[in-house]
C-alpha cells in the first residue's frame, strides 16, 4: 500500500504561486490513478485535478483549470500541483490521493496540506 505525504502549503498573496508536492512510498506509484482535491471550511470536498495511472486521462475542475498543472515523476515517485494566479477562494487543505484501480474512487490519501491566500 502507497502513503502519501503533501508539502508546499502556506500563505501567499493573490495573484500569486505555490507548488504543492506529493511523496508516495510504500507502492509502485506509476501504477496509480492519482488527483488533487481540496476542502474549503464548511464546504464539500472538490477534486480539482485528476489522472490515470498511465496519463491518458488528465482533468481539472472549471474552478483551477488554465490556472493550475498537474504532473508526476513516476522515478521520484512525486506527484505535484503548480498553481498560478492565485485567488483567496483557492484558500483549503489540499489533499493528493491514489488508487490502483480507480480513478474516480481513491483509498490513499495523504493528510493534506494548508494554502491561504490572502487578499
Known amino acids: 500500500q502507497v502513503q502519501l505525504v503533501e508539502s508546499g502549503g502556506g500563505l501567499v498573496q493573490a495573484g500569486g504561486s505555490l507548488r504543492l508536492t506529493c511523496i508516495a512510498s510504500?507502492?509502485?506509484?506509476?501504477?496509480?490513478?492519482v488527483a488533487w482535491f481540496r476542502q474549503a471550511p464548511e464546504k464539500e470536498r472538490e477534486r480539482i485535478a485528476a489522472?490515470?495511472?498511465?496519463?491518458?486521462?488528465?482533468g481539472y475542475a472549471d474552478s483551477v483549470r488554465g490556472r493550475f498543472a498537474m504532473s508526476r515523476d513516476n522515478d521520484k515517485n512525486s506527484l505535484y500541483l503548480q498553481m498560478n494566479s492565485l485567488k483567496p477562494e483557492d484558500k483549503a487543505v489540499y489533499y493528493c490521493?491514489?488508487?490502483?484501480?480507480?480513478?474516480?474512487?481513491?483509498?490513499?490519501w495523504g493528510r493534506g496540506t494548508q494554502v491561504t491566500v490572502s487578499s
Open positions: 489522472a490515470s495511472w498511465n496519463g491518458d486521462f488528465v
Open positions: 510504500g507502492g509502485t506509484f506509476s501504477n496509480y490513478a
Open positions: 490521493a491514489a488508487d490502483p484501480r480507480s480513478s474516480t474512487e481513491y483509498n490513499f
